[in-house]
């Protein structure tokens, strides 16, 4: 069974950055993209950032040049570093992944149970 738990939410000032980790665990043979998203309350969950096995990476226009997006490989570890944060961030940022759960084309999408960010004005 495999399980994306994520870490690293909190409440914090405008301006202020946070820290985002998501670990992913179980039989898991390769991870291909990764990705973060969030929903805040009464919108739809969106993209925010979003990392290929290779390291490309893709942003939401809201988010360029602020947040940055990473992962170890190795550890299974995905991360969202967010700068000069604004009270529109608000949201529970969920974390996302594309596991292969043996060789082959297949994989699955897998999602954390999220984690609340709060910026304050």
């Known amino acids: 069974q495999v399980q994306l738990v994520e870490s690293g939410g909190g409440l914090v000032q405008a301006g202020e950055s946070l820290r985002l980790s998501c670990a992913a665990s179980g039989d898991i043979f390769n991870i291909n993209a990764m990705g973060w998203y969030r929903q805040a309350p009464g919108s739809q969950r969106e993209l925010v950032a979003l990392i290929t096995s290779g390291g490309s990476t893709n942003y939401a226009d809201s988010v360029k040049g602020r947040f940055t997006i990473s992962r170890d490989n190795a550890r299974n570890l995905v991360y969202l570093q967010m700068n000069s944060l604004k009270p529109e961030d608000t949201a529970v940022y969920y974390c996302?992944?594309?596991?292969?759960?043996?060789?082959?084309?297949?994989?699955?999408?897998?999602w954390g149970q999220g984690t609340q960010v709060t910026v304050s004005s």
């Open positions: 996302n992944a594309h596991i292969a759960l043996v060789a082959g084309p297949s994989s699955y999408e897998y």
